[in-house]
């Protein structure tokens, strides 16, 4: 199975433009999350939820095209994608004809499924919506709804991962809230490079301490993780530490190399959030 170590993550690497789905670098996700307790029956549902902002194909004259797309991949595949291998595989369509987008659609789907799904008994499919120019006008801008935690005055000296910080008041009547923070940073688990995210918390059950959360989220600030690990770190220390009846967890990174990566993990099976860009991304 591949390693992080393995992909062509910090290192040099050759522009191929003409297409090639040998270069998606699926990475499994078991490891880590062995590491959280999450390997066997994980308590969550979800995706991860990617935009591409620059894709690009040329027609059967030539003429380039230009696309938007939006993924979703189903967080029971037993891989995740490496993102600089996405990117390479994505640059590997800008030289190559199409007959039309629908034909870019069906490969990408293809391509993906394959490589997220690879090595499992079960087989299924990844979600890839096609945006194309007459679309961009509509495409909105939306700050992640609830309540903001960065609005507390609170000292942070923790810059790794600190589930003790969080805490519940399990005397006290359940609520249901919804709270934000634009705080979230984490590094590539591979490069150290600086990854920014905003993360939105929706849980029901005893009231959540948000002082120790909004430390307990900015803790993640040295880590190095995969932003769909540190989402799934995150639902869990939550879920075992808070022990909510419900929990979503959902975060939205800023965009690397074209691509932003938009984790959504939640106790409960339900419609998935819309693939909807804050500001920063």
Not at 128 to 151: C, N, Y
């Amino acid at each position: 199975m591949h390693t992080p170590e393995q992909s062509q993550l910090g290192k040099s690497s050759a522009y191929v433009d003409q297409y090639d789905a040998s270069l998606l670098f699926p990475l499994p996700r078991l490891a880590k999350r062995e590491e959280i307790g999450a390997a066997v029956n994980p308590p969550f549902f979800g995706a991860d939820l990617w935009t591409a902002f620059e894709v690009s194909w040329l027609n059967l004259r030539g003429k380039p095209q230009v696309a938007l797309a939006h993924f979703t991949i189903p967080c029971e595949t037993p891989n995740l994608i490496e993102s600089k291998s996405f990117k390479l595989y994505l640059n590997s369509f800008n030289n190559t004809r199409f007959a039309d987008a629908s034909e870019v659609l069906a490969r990408l789907r293809s391509d993906l499924s394959e490589a997220t799904w690879r090595g499992s008994q079960t087989q299924g499919s990844v979600g890839v919506r096609l945006l194309e120019a007459d679309q961009f006008d509509a495409q909105q801008v939306h700050e992640l709804d609830g309540l903001l935690l960065d609005r507390l005055d609170v000292e942070c000296t923790r810059y790794t991962p600190a589930p003790e910080l969080l805490r519940a008041n399990h005397d006290e009547a359940p609520v249901s809230e919804t709270l934000v923070s634009n705080l979230l940073k984490s590094n590539c688990l591979v490069t150290g490079q600086p990854d920014w995210g905003s993360v939105q918390i929706q849980y029901s059950g005893a009231q959540i301490e948000q002082e120790g959360l909004l430390q307990y989220l900015v803790s993640f600030r040295n880590h190095n993780e995969f932003h769909e690990q540190c989402v799934e770190r995150i639902f869990m220390d939550i879920w075992s530490r808070c022990k909510p009846i419900k929990l979503a967890v959902y975060a939205r990174y800023t965009r690397r190399g074209g691509l932003d990566i938009n984790p959504f993990r939640t106790s409960h099976p339900g419609a998935l959030p819309a693939n909807v860009r804050t500001a920063r991304q």
